[in-house]
T-cell receptor
Framework: GAGVSQSPRYKVAKRGQDVALRCDPI?????LFWYQQALGQGPEFLTY????????KSGLPSDRFFAERPEGSVSTLKIQRTQQEDSAVYLC??????????????FGPGTRLLVL | AQKVTQAQTEISVVEKEDVTLDCVYE???????LFWYKQPPSGELVFLIR??????QNEISGRYSWNFQKSTSSFNFTITASQVVDSAVYFC?????????????FGKGTLLTVNP
């Protein structure tokens, strides 16, 4: 079946612009995660949704970052007034419903954001 | 706080050599999960294996094997008879079973280059 998809794959923004990154999880997956991966580093957690509820946003680096998942499926990560330090790959992952044990997260191809 | 250390930044081997990628983790929880992901040049994180803290059995899957040792907090990954297609960045990750948020903490990754 189809995996996690993300769009756009590449985004170039001028400093100060707003950007919106989209994630389409695997059908039926209730959990959705966003991660930020700086060049040469491992992914770092940003935020987590269970269905439409945002249960953890502790990893969002500033109030310029906002994520939503209004219908419990597609999610959008929005970055307002982009800064050069926001340049990174943004990865989305989803996992199926859990029966009490951890389920594996499956990742999309990422959106590479470059802020000039 | 949880932490994952991958001390090897880069490893270069010749095809058919065996190679071991090291992973050391820190956690205060008694219940946790460990993962390995592969990130080829295309950028997508590919799930390889998941282990829970109660299962220290080593696992073999084809040319891949994993050695989990709680006594040394290590979860090492060995590729036997490496191939050029194994060239990628490999990430070790840890998830504490905290509520329903299974966010992953990643190491910085090991870049493996397999030369023909």
């Amino acid at each position: 079946g189809a995996g996690v998809s993300q769009s756009p794959r590449y985004k170039v923004a001028k400093r100060g612009q707003d950007v919106a990154l989209r994630c389409d999880p695997i059908s039926g997956h209730v959990s959705l995660f966003w991660y930020q991966q700086a060049l040469g580093q491992g992914p770092e957690f940003l935020t987590y949704f269970q269905n439409e509820a945002q249960l953890d946003k502790s990893g969002l680096p500033s109030d310029r970052f906002f994520a939503e998942r209004p219908e419990g499926s597609v999610s959008t990560l929005k970055i307002q007034r982009t800064q050069q330090e926001d340049s990174a790959v943004y990865l989305c992952a989803s996992s199926p419903p859990t029966s009490g044990v951890l389920e594996t997260q499956y990742f999309g191809p990422g959106t590479r954001l470059l802020v000039l | 706080a949880q932490k994952v250390t991958q001390a090897q930044t880069e490893i270069s081997v010749v095809e058919k050599e065996d190679v071991t990628l090291d992973c050391v983790y820190e956690t205060r929880d008694t219940t946790y999960y460990l993962f390995w992901y592969k990130q080829p040049p295309s950028g997508e994180l590919v799930f390889l294996i998941r282990r829970n803290s109660f299962d220290e059995q080593n696992e073999i899957s084809g040319r891949y094997s994993w050695n989990f040792q709680k006594s040394t907090s290590s979860f090492n990954f060995t590729i036997t008879a490496s191939q050029v297609v194994d060239s990628a960045v490999y990430f070790c990750a840890l998830s504490e079973a905290w509520g329903s948020n299974y966010k992953l903490t990643f190491g910085k990754g090991t870049l493996l280059t397999v030369n023909p």
